[in-house]
C-alpha cells in the first residue's frame, strides 16, 4: 500500500511556477510532519521544506526560501509545495515524506515526481 504519492511535476521554464501535490493515506495522518526532498541528477537527497502539524507552519531550506510554499490541505488529506520563480538549478526528483517531527527521520518515502527547469 502506498501511504504516501506525489504529483504534478513536469516541464516548466525558468521563471516559472509549478505546484506539487502529496496525497497522503489515514495511515500518515497519525505523523505530525510531511516534508518535501530533492535529488538533482549527480547529486544526493537534500531536505527542502517540511511541514508541522502541531505547529502549523513550515520551514524551508536556504535554497528554497522565500520562493517555495508548502501547506497542508486537511480535508483532502495532501500537503502541497507551490513553486515559484523556478531556476535550472531546481531540476531534480521531488520526493515526499512523512516523520514523525520535522528533522527526524523519514518513515515513509513517496516514489518521487520529476520537475524539469528548462528553455
Known amino acids: 500500500q502506498l501511504h504516501v504519492v506525489e504529483s504534478g511535476g513536469g516541464l516548466v521554464q525558468p521563471g516559472g511556477s509549478l505546484r506539487l501535490s502529496c496525497a497522503v493515506s489515514e495511515f500518515i495522518l497519525n505523523y505530525d510532519a510531511i516534508g518535501w526532498f530533492r535529488q538533482a541528477p549527480g547529486k544526493g537527497r537534500e531536505g527542502i521544506s517540511c511541514f508541522s502539524s502541531s505547529s502549523g507552519s513550515g520551514t524551508y531550506a536556504e535554497s528554497v526560501k522565500g520562493r517555495f510554499t508548502i501547506s497542508r490541505d486537511y480535508d483532502k488529506n495532501t500537503v502541497y509545495l507551490q513553486m515559484y520563480n523556478l531556476k535550472p538549478e531546481d531540476t531534480a526528483i521531488y520526493y515526499c515524506?512523512?516523520?514523525?517531527?520535522?528533522?527526524?527521520?523519514?518513515?515513509?518515502w513517496g516514489k518521487g515526481t520529476l520537475v524539469n527547469v528548462s528553455s
Open positions: 515524506a512523512a516523520m514523525e517531527l520535522c528533522g527526524y527521520g523519514v518513515d515513509y
